[in-house]
Protein backbone atom coordinates (compact mmCIF):
# COMPACT_ATOMS: atom_id res chain seq x y z
CA UNK A 1 0.00 0.00 0.00
CA UNK A 2 1.39 3.53 -0.82
CA UNK A 3 0.40 6.38 1.46
CA UNK A 4 0.44 9.45 0.06
CA UNK A 5 3.57 12.26 1.44
CA UNK A 6 1.97 15.06 3.40
CA UNK A 7 1.03 18.56 1.71
CA UNK A 8 3.04 21.34 2.86
CA UNK A 9 1.55 23.10 6.15
CA UNK A 10 -0.59 20.03 6.53
CA UNK A 11 -0.18 17.76 9.55
CA UNK A 12 0.28 14.22 9.03
CA UNK A 13 -1.88 12.33 11.96
CA UNK A 14 -0.80 8.62 12.55
CA UNK A 15 -3.03 5.91 14.34
CA UNK A 16 -2.49 2.46 15.70
CA UNK A 17 -5.17 0.03 14.87
CA UNK A 18 -6.47 -2.71 18.23
CA UNK A 19 -5.00 -5.57 15.50
CA UNK A 20 -1.64 -3.58 15.17
CA UNK A 21 -1.03 -3.38 11.23
CA UNK A 22 2.70 -4.36 10.69
CA UNK A 23 3.30 -1.45 8.99
CA UNK A 24 2.31 0.87 12.51
CA UNK A 25 -0.38 2.94 10.69
CA UNK A 26 -3.81 1.70 10.49
CA UNK A 27 -5.98 2.12 7.01
CA UNK A 28 -7.98 4.80 8.53
CA UNK A 29 -5.03 7.14 8.77
CA UNK A 30 -5.17 9.94 6.24
CA UNK A 31 -3.61 13.20 6.14
CA UNK A 32 -5.19 15.98 8.09
CA UNK A 33 -5.18 20.06 6.94
CA UNK A 34 -5.08 22.98 9.44
CA UNK A 35 -9.37 23.36 9.34
CA UNK A 36 -9.67 19.91 11.05
CA UNK A 37 -6.89 19.95 13.32
CA UNK A 38 -8.81 22.72 14.71
CA UNK A 39 -11.63 21.17 14.30
CA UNK A 40 -10.46 18.36 16.37
CA UNK A 41 -8.84 20.71 18.85
CA UNK A 42 -12.43 22.23 20.14
CA UNK A 43 -13.67 18.89 20.05
CA UNK A 44 -11.08 17.66 22.26
CA UNK A 45 -11.32 20.82 24.76
CA UNK A 46 -15.41 20.37 25.04
CA UNK A 47 -14.62 16.29 25.95
CA UNK A 48 -12.16 17.49 28.44
CA UNK A 49 -14.62 19.92 29.42
CA UNK A 50 -16.91 17.63 29.79
CA UNK A 51 -15.11 15.11 31.84
CA UNK A 52 -13.57 17.78 34.37
CA UNK A 53 -17.53 18.81 35.01
CA UNK A 54 -18.90 15.36 35.65
CA UNK A 55 -15.78 14.76 37.85
CA UNK A 56 -16.51 18.08 39.85
CA UNK A 57 -20.18 16.93 40.15
CA UNK A 58 -19.44 13.14 41.24
CA UNK A 59 -17.10 14.72 43.93
CA UNK A 60 -19.72 17.15 45.39
CA UNK A 61 -22.96 13.90 45.66
CA UNK A 62 -19.42 11.71 47.72
CA UNK A 63 -18.97 14.98 49.70
CA UNK A 64 -22.93 15.24 49.95
CA UNK A 65 -23.11 12.00 51.52
CA UNK A 66 -20.65 11.96 53.72
CA UNK A 67 -21.76 15.12 55.69
CA UNK A 68 -25.34 13.26 55.79
CA UNK A 69 -23.85 10.19 57.48
CA UNK A 70 -22.44 13.05 60.70
CA UNK A 71 -24.39 14.24 63.15
CA UNK A 72 -26.47 10.77 63.49
CA UNK A 73 -26.07 7.52 66.80
CA UNK A 74 -23.59 8.23 69.52
CA UNK A 75 -19.59 8.97 69.51
CA UNK A 76 -17.60 8.12 72.70
CA UNK A 77 -14.19 9.37 73.16
CA UNK A 78 -11.93 9.71 75.92
CA UNK A 79 -8.43 11.10 77.26
CA UNK A 80 -6.03 10.79 79.67
CA UNK A 81 -5.81 13.32 82.40
CA UNK A 82 -2.08 12.42 83.44
CA UNK A 83 -3.03 11.25 87.39
CA UNK A 84 -4.68 7.91 86.74
CA UNK A 85 -8.24 9.52 85.54
CA UNK A 86 -9.48 9.24 82.37
CA UNK A 87 -12.80 11.53 80.99
CA UNK A 88 -15.11 9.83 79.01
CA UNK A 89 -16.90 11.93 76.47
CA UNK A 90 -19.76 10.59 75.00
CA UNK A 91 -21.81 12.95 72.30
CA UNK A 92 -25.80 11.91 71.67
CA UNK A 93 -27.86 12.42 68.25
CA UNK A 94 -30.29 10.23 68.78
CA UNK A 95 -33.59 10.51 70.96
CA UNK A 96 -32.59 7.36 73.31
CA UNK A 97 -31.20 7.27 76.55
CA UNK A 98 -30.33 3.60 76.20
CA UNK A 99 -26.83 3.75 75.00
CA UNK A 100 -24.33 3.45 77.73
CA UNK A 101 -20.37 2.80 77.57
CA UNK A 102 -18.52 0.21 79.07
CA UNK A 103 -14.67 -0.44 79.79
CA UNK A 104 -12.14 -2.64 81.24
CA UNK A 105 -8.51 -3.04 81.93
CA UNK A 106 -6.16 -4.57 79.28
CA UNK A 107 -5.86 -7.45 81.98
CA UNK A 108 -9.53 -8.24 81.97
CA UNK A 109 -10.14 -8.90 78.15
CA UNK A 110 -11.54 -11.63 76.71
CA UNK A 111 -12.09 -11.74 72.75
CA UNK A 112 -15.05 -14.48 73.66
CA UNK A 113 -16.59 -12.45 75.67
CA UNK A 114 -16.06 -8.72 74.24
CA UNK A 115 -17.67 -10.03 70.76
CA UNK A 116 -20.09 -12.13 71.87
CA UNK A 117 -23.81 -11.70 70.30
CA UNK A 118 -25.42 -14.08 73.13
CA UNK A 119 -25.09 -15.95 76.45
CA UNK A 120 -21.43 -17.32 76.53
CA UNK A 121 -21.94 -19.29 80.19
CA UNK A 122 -20.72 -18.36 83.20
CA UNK A 123 -18.14 -14.85 83.55
CA UNK A 124 -15.69 -13.38 85.50
CA UNK A 125 -15.75 -10.11 87.11
CA UNK A 126 -16.22 -7.28 85.74
CA UNK A 127 -18.15 -9.18 83.29
CA UNK A 128 -21.68 -10.04 83.93
CA UNK A 129 -24.84 -10.24 82.17
CA UNK A 130 -27.27 -6.96 82.68
CA UNK A 131 -30.79 -7.29 82.25
CA UNK A 132 -32.28 -6.64 78.67
CA UNK A 133 -28.50 -7.17 77.05
CA UNK A 134 -28.30 -10.86 75.79
CA UNK A 135 -24.11 -10.66 75.48
CA UNK A 136 -21.79 -9.92 78.19
CA UNK A 137 -21.12 -6.30 79.41
CA UNK A 138 -17.79 -4.89 81.76
CA UNK A 139 -17.83 -1.70 84.06
CA UNK A 140 -20.38 0.53 83.28
CA UNK A 141 -18.58 4.58 83.06
CA UNK A 142 -19.19 5.49 86.60
CA UNK A 143 -18.62 8.94 88.14
CA UNK A 144 -16.73 9.16 92.55
CA UNK A 145 -20.66 9.91 93.15
CA UNK A 146 -21.90 6.57 91.99
CA UNK A 147 -23.73 8.02 88.58
CA UNK A 148 -23.24 6.43 85.17
CA UNK A 149 -23.13 8.09 81.82
CA UNK A 150 -25.62 7.13 79.51
CA UNK A 151 -26.59 9.24 76.41
CA UNK A 152 -28.78 11.80 77.30
CA UNK A 153 -31.16 14.66 75.59
CA UNK A 154 -31.14 18.49 75.55
CA UNK A 155 -34.42 19.78 76.83
CA UNK A 156 -37.41 19.94 74.96
CA UNK A 157 -36.23 16.56 73.11
CA UNK A 158 -38.76 13.59 73.20
CA UNK A 159 -37.35 10.51 74.04
CA UNK A 160 -38.12 7.67 72.25
CA UNK A 161 -40.69 5.45 73.08
CA UNK A 162 -44.44 6.00 73.67
CA UNK A 163 -45.50 6.90 70.70
CA UNK A 164 -42.58 8.69 69.77
CA UNK A 165 -40.34 7.05 67.07
CA UNK A 166 -36.88 6.45 66.92
CA UNK A 167 -34.55 9.16 65.18
CA UNK A 168 -31.15 8.71 64.61
CA UNK A 169 -30.20 12.50 64.29
CA UNK A 170 -32.85 14.13 66.65
CA UNK A 171 -30.27 15.99 67.86
CA UNK A 172 -28.06 17.00 64.87
CA UNK A 173 -25.82 18.82 66.94
CA UNK A 174 -25.12 16.12 69.61
CA UNK A 175 -25.66 16.70 73.33
CA UNK A 176 -22.47 16.10 74.91
CA UNK A 177 -22.20 14.25 79.01
CA UNK A 178 -18.96 13.40 80.33
CA UNK A 179 -17.68 11.23 83.37
CA UNK A 180 -14.22 11.31 84.77
CA UNK A 181 -13.09 7.92 86.11
CA UNK A 182 -10.35 6.98 88.84
CA UNK A 183 -8.80 4.12 87.82
CA UNK A 184 -7.28 3.61 91.18
CA UNK A 185 -10.61 3.69 93.46
CA UNK A 186 -12.59 1.07 90.61
CA UNK A 187 -13.81 -2.22 92.47
CA UNK A 188 -15.30 -5.49 91.47
CA UNK A 189 -12.54 -6.00 91.13
CA UNK A 190 -9.87 -3.86 92.30
CA UNK A 191 -7.73 -2.48 89.18
CA UNK A 192 -4.47 -4.70 88.21
CA UNK A 193 -1.28 -3.26 89.15
CA UNK A 194 -0.32 -0.77 86.56
CA UNK A 195 3.39 -1.14 84.20
CA UNK A 196 6.64 -0.36 86.06
CA UNK A 197 6.15 3.52 84.02
CA UNK A 198 2.85 3.79 86.31
CA UNK A 199 0.43 3.38 83.43
CA UNK A 200 -2.57 1.11 82.56
CA UNK A 201 -4.46 0.44 79.70
CA UNK A 202 -8.08 0.63 79.18
CA UNK A 203 -10.42 0.00 76.48
CA UNK A 204 -13.50 1.05 75.93
CA UNK A 205 -16.90 0.93 73.63
CA UNK A 206 -20.73 1.60 73.79
CA UNK A 207 -22.70 -2.26 72.38
CA UNK A 208 -26.10 -1.32 73.99
CA UNK A 209 -28.61 0.93 72.67
CA UNK A 210 -31.64 -0.20 70.88
CA UNK A 211 -30.37 0.38 67.23
CA UNK A 212 -27.24 -1.50 66.26
CA UNK A 213 -26.22 0.54 63.68
CA UNK A 214 -25.93 3.08 65.79
CA UNK A 215 -23.78 1.86 69.00
CA UNK A 216 -20.16 1.54 68.65
CA UNK A 217 -19.10 -1.89 69.67
CA UNK A 218 -15.54 -1.55 68.36
CA UNK A 219 -13.42 -1.45 71.65
CA UNK A 220 -11.15 1.76 71.49
CA UNK A 221 -7.70 1.25 73.59
CA UNK A 222 -6.37 4.51 76.07
CA UNK A 223 -3.24 4.99 77.64
CA UNK A 224 -3.96 6.72 81.10
CA UNK A 225 -0.71 7.74 82.91
CA UNK A 226 0.33 8.78 86.87
CA UNK A 227 -0.81 5.89 88.35
CA UNK A 228 2.21 6.03 90.78
CA UNK A 229 1.33 7.08 94.62
CA UNK A 230 2.22 10.45 95.67
CA UNK A 231 5.37 8.99 97.07
CA UNK A 232 6.60 8.00 93.81
CA UNK A 233 5.80 3.99 94.16
CA UNK A 234 3.77 2.24 91.85
CA UNK A 235 0.45 2.17 93.40
CA UNK A 236 -1.80 -1.30 92.89
CA UNK A 237 -5.42 -0.16 93.96
CA UNK A 238 -6.45 -1.73 96.64
CA UNK A 239 -2.89 -3.55 97.40
CA UNK A 240 0.16 -1.06 98.10
CA UNK A 241 4.03 -2.83 98.42
Known amino acids: MSIRP ?4 AMCLRWVSDEGPSDGISP ?7 REVARNRRITTTL ?3 AASLTVAVSTLAGA ?3 AAQGKGVEITAVDNKNCTATFTLTNYTNSTFYQ ?3 WFKQEANQDWINATGNVGDLTAPWRYVNGIPWPMARWVQREDGTKLFSQLAPGVAPA ?3 VPYNSSAQPDGF ?6 NLKTVTNPAPPAPSPEGTQTIYYRIKSGPQTADRRPTPQELVVTG ?3 GSGSLDWGSLRF
Do not use: K
Not at 6 to 9: I, K, L
Not at 28 to 34: E, K, N, S
Not at 176 to 181: G, W
Open 176 to 181: VSTATV
Open 161 to 163: GGG
Open 48 to 50: IAG
Open 227 to 229: CQS
Open 101 to 103: PDW
Open 65 to 67: GNA
Open 6 to 9: PRVG
Open 28 to 34: TARDVGP
